[in-house]
């Protein structure tokens, strides 16, 4: 199955990447620049398709970014610190960003004659994230159905999409994932700042798959604080 790779340069959509660089027959990563605050993601989206040997794109959809205001990746707000099931984490979400994206994806992957999209939502997203839930891709996949009918037939594929973010973990160990080539930090500083949500979820992920994390962290205690009175999903 030729397989588009949604890849933003964060530790799911790498995974992602070598796993259906495993499964599938990996055609290319797509990445989006849509302003979000800093573009270093972006760079290790890059280094994978490298490692990986295949075509990266970059689209800039940062007019459409423009105007989906009110999101602490778009607009100059703080970064909360703390677990990403806190209230305080939903200034992180960008409306509407994946459905936007994977109309995208699913347009060019119908250009390409490939015969599926792959995008690395998970369980832990669905907290905060409603488009990272297996009811929109469900729905999305019904109207990309209707979109496409009689031009291509394109597979919306989410493996990880039912799992914790610690799956992802055991399942990038398994196919070889070099996680210290991924970024997942939403301050985009020299490394890891270790406190803002998506720190605090990496660096429990590790613990919880029992793989040794070589992410380089400005506080690398914080998370035990910040986890202490969470269970993780599907944990």
Not at 26 to 42: T, V
Not at 84 to 95: D, L, N
Not at 185 to 193: E, I, L, P, T, V
Request: negative net charge; hydrophobic residues 40%; glycine residues 10%.
């Amino acid at each position: 199955m030729k397989t588009l790779v949604v890849c933003s340069g964060g530790l799911d959509s790498v995974s992602l990447a070598y796993k259906i660089a495993s499964e599938q027959q990996l055609i290319g990563l797509l990445s989006f620049d849509y302003g979000q605050r800093h573009k270093k993601e972006l760079e290790f989206a890059a280094r994978a398709a490298k490692a990986l040997g295949v075509p990266h794109q970059i689209i800039d959809i940062t007019t459409i970014g423009k105007s989906l205001t009110g999101s602490a990746l778009t607009d100059d707000l703080d970064v909360p610190d703390g677990h990403y099931a806190e209230e305080t984490m939903k200034i992180t979400v960008v409306p509407n960003r994946n459905a936007i994206m994977l109309a995208i994806a699913f347009g060019v992957a119908a250009a390409k004659k490939a015969d599926a999209v792959a995008v690395a939502v998970h369980g832990g997203d669905h907290f905060i994230y409603p488009d990272c839930r297996p009811g929109f891709i469900d729905a999305f996949q019904t109207m990309q159905n209707h979109a496409l009918e009689g031009y291509a037939d394109v597979t919306l594929l989410s493996p990880f999409v039912t799992v914790p973010k610690s799956e992802i973990v055991v399942q990038g160990a398994k196919y070889g994932t070099p996680f210290a080539d991924t970024w997942s930090c939403y301050k985009g500083g020299a490394r890891h700042c270790g406190r803002c949500g998506t720190c605090v979820e990496r660096r429990e992920a590790f613990h919880l798959a029992g793989v040794v994390d070589p992410t380089e962290y400005e506080d690398p205690d914080f998370w035990r604080a910040a986890t202490s009175g969470f269970k993780a999903e599907g944990v």
